[in-house]
């Protein structure tokens, strides 16, 4: 059981200033606190398969089909730069690199 002092420990570490009145109902609730958890101790989890979640997700996405923009020029006119069919962009690589 968690008593007083150490309430007060944990509110000096975290620079927290608690009243008389926080400091006795942060021990109790506290204590609750720590009193579950070691009921959920006493639980055993040794078939249980580690989780991420207490429940299975997953993404619901859209399949991505891919498509010509039919406006491909008015595309490429708006890059500050072009080349060709393609943009023309800064080079992040430099030729000494081995890759």
């Known amino acids: 059981m968690i008593n007083r002092e150490q309430v007060k420990k944990v509110a000096l570490l975290a620079r927290l200033e608690l009243t008389a009145e926080e400091e006795e109902k942060f021990t109790t609730q506290l204590g609750s606190i720590l009193d579950y958890i070691e009921q959920l101790n006493e639980v055993d989890v040794s078939d ?52």
Do not use: C, M, W
């Open 48 to 99: 249980v398969a580690p989780t991420t979640r207490a429940i299975d997700t997953s993404n619901i996405t859209r399949k991505d089909d891919l498509q010509p923009y039919p406006e491909r020029e008015a595309i490429l006119n708006s890059a500050p730069e072009q080349e060709g069919d393609f943009f023309k962009v800064p080079k992040i690589l430099s030729s000494n690199e081995e890759g």
